[in-house]
């Protein structure tokens, strides 16, 4: 199954075409990023590959900042042990997600891979990425399944949290304030 989903940033003005390969449960997914956000034009590119347990085992991301190029690339065996442009990249030991700070799409991956239940919830160590600030660290997020389309994410132990819906797949429709879902084909 191939999906073409178009998200709208709210907060980072930007539009975000996602290509997404769902094979046998592994995810494949190419995006395209474009946006402005204090005086910053930005492009973002990212590639990410799951196994078939929805587990991230590699990702890729270039981007351009005001005409500033970087680029990297992780892999790892699914379980939190990262590898980053070839050398191992154990302040990351653990982190079985990642999170893109520019899209909704790496929200699908904890909760397709976790499948909680009505009120479960779990605390997981994510590998994230904000893309403006340059910054990738590991941190502690939680999420609980509300409803049969409802999550609530928390980042521990900031005080960030909102309430998600998504679709079938676990694919974002309303990120409010700051992602919305504009097509999906």
């Known amino acids: 199954m191939q999906k073409n989903i178009l998200w709208q940033g709210k907060a980072y003005h930007s539009l975000e075409n996602c290509v997404l390969i769902n094979t046998e449960n592994v995810f494949e997914v190419n995006s395209v990023i474009t946006g402005l956000h204090e005086q910053v034009i930005y492009r973002v590119e990212y590639f990410i590959k799951t196994n078939k347990n929805r587990e991230t085992i590699f990702f890729e991301i270039k981007s351009n900042l005001n005409g500033v190029i970087q680029s990297f690339r992780f892999e790892s065996d699914g379980k939190g042990n990262w590898l980053t442009n070839d050398k191992p990249a154990g302040q990351f030991t653990g982190c079985i997600d990642i999170d893109i700070s520019l ?18 919830q779990q605390e997981l160590n994510v590998l994230y990425i904000d893309i403006l600030n340059r910054e990738i ?9 509300l409803s049969t389309y409802q999550y609530k994410y928390e980042n521990v132990p900031n005080d960030f949290e909102a309430v998600i819906t998504v679709d079938d797949l676990g694919l974002v429709i309303n990120y409010p304030e700051l992602f919305e879902r504009i097509a999906i084909l």
């Open 103 to 120: 899209t909704p799409f790496t929200n699908t991956l904890p909760i397709s891979r976790l499948n909680l239940s009505k009120n479960e």
């Open 137 to 145: 660290k590991p941190v502690q997020q939680r999420y609980t399944r």
